[in-house]
């Protein structure tokens, strides 16, 4: 079983700030958070990954409190190619590494 | 980030053909491998785990003489399709991740492999 709920679906319009919540509650001390963007007939493509407070790269941000049984990926300023679903995962090193995809979410922007 | 390659990206057989497809990690060895499988409209479904030089750890309902993966170096796995059926078209998907990296859990996708099994 998955170990994360997302929302199935958000819409957007360009330009916008997207904010897209995954809780884990169950979520274990050793797990990282990880989070992939899918497109159509594609394989997921890495976005971010933490492990506490805020971290930010290039194209997001990942926000995940104190107690880490959520955390939240926004996304600035989308434009029409950031539409594609969103993959929460976490996970650890005992499982070697393996990651359980829940249902993702799909993210619709429009002009 | 790194590259990971599948091929075929596509291929359609008969029912009861085998098919085998390549997943290789291009710049980095790959200590671990997974393969995955997705259904259109739903998420990836993690089919099997695969480490080098040794056999692959399936998940439960996973048929493992149906979906036989090799895994003989650290560039290369396959995932071979046996006396595959219409029920198997689906998109396949490996990922690769390499020892000894910072984060854990770093995995990097194939582009996937569509099968359509007529």
């Known amino acids: 079983l998955a170990k994360t709920t997302q929302p199935i679906s958000m819409d957007s319009y360009e330009g916008q700030e997207v904010n897209i919540t995954c809780s884990h509650n169950n979520i274990a001390t050793n797990d990282y958070i990880t989070w992939y963007q899918q497109f159509p007939s594609q394989g997921p493509r890495f976005i971010i990954q933490g492990y506490k407070t805020k971290v930010t790269n290039e194209v997001a941000s990942l926000f995940i409190p104190a107690d880490r049984k959520s955390s939240t990926l926004s996304l600035p300023r989308v434009s029409l190619s950031d539409t594609a679903v969103y993959y929460c995962l976490v996970g650890d090193e005992k499982e070697g590494g393996k990651l359980i995809f829940g249902q993702g979410t799909e993210l619709s922007v429009k002009p | ?118």
């Open chain 2, 1 to 118: 980030g790194a590259v990971v390659s599948q091929h075929p990206s596509r291929v359609i057989c008969k029912s009861g053909t085998s098919v085998k497809i390549e997943c290789r990690s291009l710049d980095f060895q790959a200590t671990t491998m997974f393969w995955y499988r997705q259904f259109p409209k739903q998420s990836l479904m993690l089919m099997a785990t695969s480490n080098e030089g040794s056999k692959a750890t399936y998940e439960q309902g996973v048929e493992k003489d149906k979906f036989l993966i090799n895994h003989a170096s650290l560039t290369l796995s396959t995932l071979t399709v046996t006396s595959a059926h219409p029920e198997d078209s689906s998109f396949y998907i490996c990922s690769a991740r390499g020892g000894g990296w910072g984060s854990y859990n770093e995995q990097f996708f194939g582009p996937g492999t569509r099968l359509t099994v007529l």
